[in-house]
């Protein structure tokens, strides 16, 4: 009878456990864009649903996790952990069963509320598990790593599975992973959990999640109604007007979700902002970067997930290698110097082709996985370092909100600016009694199209398309370059070097 609590006093295998949880979640915010073109054709689904299949998940999650992130604080991370996992295996089972996009949409949603519950639980209960300052900057560390290898290995296992199974295997695979976390879980993972961590903040919820979706979708329809439209005004009003209201609200309430006064803490917004940039820019990149992988070069969903393995190398490496860097130079060096690196490899990224040799492609990408790697475990540590261990759930959730709303926005933005560019583009008579307007709105379009005309037309044609395409990859990368490297100076200006460490808090209790 007491062989779990024993099993349960290994910090080594609850990490691993924890890594795996946060794995398998991170994973599916990138398995489904290798599959993109395979369900433009099997769905029908357009660009902007394109984005919303890419973007519903990640979007859900980041208007989530702060209140999941204060509710594993009240009621037990352990329990939530396994809890979140479950529904995450349900739902993604749910998903490989779909027959449109929108029924798609609605369950990477669904995902989305278990991946919510998971994230922050996981950051909470290695800030709980390692307490003294450099285990845990490690241990951060390997989560940070093991969040970007996810991110960056999802093509990879997503375009083997497209290449042998049909695309609804990119979900199926899920349940497995999770299956043995939760055992993991049970067996390895202590609870720990904050008995005054205040009541859900209903109304906070609510304005966030109103506030972030009316932002996203504003964004990602803003290509079709046209960025001066009446509509895309009052989108973008509206979604200022709802934010602004919820931080008002947070600061007046006694029991807010999201505590504002944290971000007076120029530790904790430094770091929110680096990660917030950095996973903004990684996920626009990574949004444009599989399609020209397959419709400029005519690579496989395989072959496209493989080409993507320097960014998940670089990622794990860079991850590991970040908090012994800070030790020696500080926080301040390494993140401004890796969200520069992060803009240097996107910016020479912008001058990719059609006849650009995969090698020097390899080469943008490890600047961008190395820059990233280097930018997200140290500036994770700020956030987390900056808080007591009793909130540890809530600045998870924080840390965890900035990385999906990052994230959401990065494929709201890349992949609007490159829709814009792309549709602009193809206004040539080239397209003259073909559907124009379809092919404007897929990139999957426009090629099935070219695959049915004769041969001197389709030459034509094609150059035109991947003409308009390779434009706007150069836009959507050059922008993301620009954030980055804005973040980068505002990052060198705002974060402290070294922080003090949070002390653990004597409320903790454990199960």
Request: charged share 10%; glycine share 10%; proline share 5%.
């Amino acid at each position: 009878m007491r062989t779990a609590p024993i099993l349960r006093n290994h910090p080594i295998a609850a990490l691993a456990v924890i890594c795996l949880g946060v794995f398998v979640i991170s994973v599916d915010a990138t398995i489904v864009n290798v599959a993109l073109p395979t369900l433009s054709r099997e769905l029908g689904a357009d660009t902007a649903q394109l984005q919303w299949i890419v973007d519903a998940y990640t979007l859900v999650m980041s208007g989530l996790l702060l209140s999941a992130g204060s509710l594993s604080d009240r009621y037990g991370r352990r329990g939530w952990l396994n809890s979140g996992l479950a529904v995450f295996a349900v739902t993604s089972g749910i998903a490989a069963q779909v027959n449109t996009a929108d029924q798609l949409i609605a369950a990477r949603a669904a995902m989305g509320v278990g991946a919510a519950v998971i994230f922050p639980t996981t950051l909470g209960l290695i800030t709980n598990i390692f307490t003294d300052p450099v285990p845990r900057a490690k241990a951060i560390g390997l989560w940070a790593a093991m969040v970007g290898v996810g991110v960056a290995v999802g093509p990879i296992s997503g375009g083997w599975l497209l290449e042998h199974f049909w695309w609804g295997s990119i979900f199926m695979v899920n349940i497995p992973i999770a299956a043995l976390a939760i055992v993991g879980g049970i067996l390895f993972v202590p609870t720990s959990r904050d008995p005054a961590a205040p009541r859900v903040d209903v109304p906070g919820l609510l304005l966030s999640a109103a506030g972030i979706t009316t932002l996203v979708y504003t964004v990602i329809e803003a290509p079709t109604w046209g960025w001066t439209n009446t509509r895309t005004a009052i989108g973008f009003a509206t979604a200022a007007i709802v934010l602004v209201g919820f931080a008002l609200w947070e600061r007046r309430t006694t029991h807010p979700m999201l505590d504002v006064t944290v971000f007076f803490n120029r530790r904790f917004s430094g770091g929110s902002l680096a990660v917030t940039a950095g996973f903004l820019t990684l996920f626009g990149f990574i949004f444009v970067i599989t399609q020209y992988f397959q419709f400029i070069k005519n690579y496989t969903a395989f072959q496209t997930g493989v080409r993507l393995l320097p960014v998940a190398i670089s990622i794990a490496l860079a991850s590991i290698l970040g908090p012994r860097l800070v030790e020696r130079i500080g926080t301040t060096a390494v993140v401004a110097a890796g969200l520069t690196v992060f803009a240097a490899g996107l910016a020479w990224a912008s001058t990719a082709d059609a006849a650009t040799p995969y090698d020097q492609i390899a080469l943008q990408m490890l600047l961008l996985g190395g820059g990233l790697g280097l930018t997200t475990a140290p500036a994770t540590e700020a956030i987390m370092g900056s808080l007591s261990a009793d909130k540890a759930g809530v600045g998870s959730a924080v840390n965890d909100t900035t990385r999906e709303l990052g994230g959401t926005l990065g494929v709201a933005i890349a992949g609007s600016i490159f829709a814009s560019v792309y549709s602009s583009r193809l206004g040539t008579s080239a397209l003259t009694g073909l559907p124009a307007d379809a092919m404007r709105h897929s990139m999957a379009v426009a090629h099935t199209v070219i695959q049915q005309l004769p041969a001197p037309q389709a030459g034509v044609v094609r150059d035109v398309v991947n003409r308009a395409f390779l434009d706007g990859l150069q836009v959507s990368s050059l922008v993301c370059a620009g954030i980055a490297l804005g973040a980068a100076i505002v990052v060198a200006w705002l974060l402290p070097a070294r922080g003090r460490q949070a002390t653990p808090s004597p409320a903790l209790t454990k199960a």
